[in-house]
């Protein structure tokens, strides 16, 4: 039998401490190792010789959750982040993945997530209650709309595609009815907006943006 995932538990409420050790060392997978009631003793408590998951709060005196990850990240990169917070809030979601964690738990439900995200961070997955997952995918789709249109015309995607599927440059001018000069003036215009060099280059990229199948 493996040997059970060793816990850091940090958060400034004892009875909180507590209810949540309760909650994890009843999992025979699981078990809490250490404990701190801020920021600044995590840190301090969290030796990657013995601890393989860090649980923080996010609100905690002296030194925050983030403040907390952001040092455990760079002097243990090993172990595996998970925040607990009261709020249902963004921004501290988006602080919390950018500080390195694997996951966001709500203590609304901590007792049905807490012990799942566990495993998932450890199996190295992440660990998003729903909400989270609706603002990641707002932000994904307010990041698309922002986002320029290709710097390629359209015309210029064809003559990618083409070039990508084999075609040489008189079999281009014959598909798109224009000249071998036109086509030859396209391809030296996408290889200067796009920064590359040759055919090959202009293969990997009609794969990369699925103009082409691989």
Not at 151 to 179: C, D, F, M, N, Y
Request: charged residues 30%; hydrophobic residues 45%; aromatic residues 4%.
């Amino acid at each position: 039998m493996e040997s059970p995932t060793r816990i850091l538990l940090a958060d400034d409420h004892a009875l909180v401490r507590q209810g949540l050790r309760l909650i994890i060392d009843a999992e025979p997978d699981l078990k809490v190792v250490a404990e701190a009631s801020d920021g600044a003793e995590a840190v301090r408590a969290c030796d990657p010789e013995e601890v393989d998951l860090a649980i923080l709060d996010i609100a905690m005196p002296r030194m925050t959750g983030l403040q907390a990850a952001r040092e455990i990240s760079r002097r243990a990169p090993g172990v595996r982040i998970l925040f607990l917070s009261m709020y249902d809030n963004e921004q501290y979601f988006f602080a919390a993945l950018k500080a390195g964690a694997s996951g966001y738990v709500l203590k609304s439900v901590v007792d049905r997530d807490l012990i799942e995200a566990c495993r998932s961070a450890m199996r190295g997955e992440p660990f998003l209650y729903p909400g989270a997952v609706t603002a990641l995918i707002r932000e994904y789709l307010s990041r698309e709309e922002n986002a320029p249109e290709s710097i390629l015309t359209p015309r210029e995607e064809e003559i990618i595609k083409l070039v990508a599927e084999g075609h040489s440059s008189k079999e281009i001018a014959e598909t798109l009815t224009i000249s071998v000069k036109t086509v030859e003036r396209h391809r030296t215009n996408i290889l200067a907006k796009l920064g590359m060099r040759d055919r090959l280059d202009l293969t990997k990229y009609a794969i990369r943006t699925g103009l082409v199948e691989p």
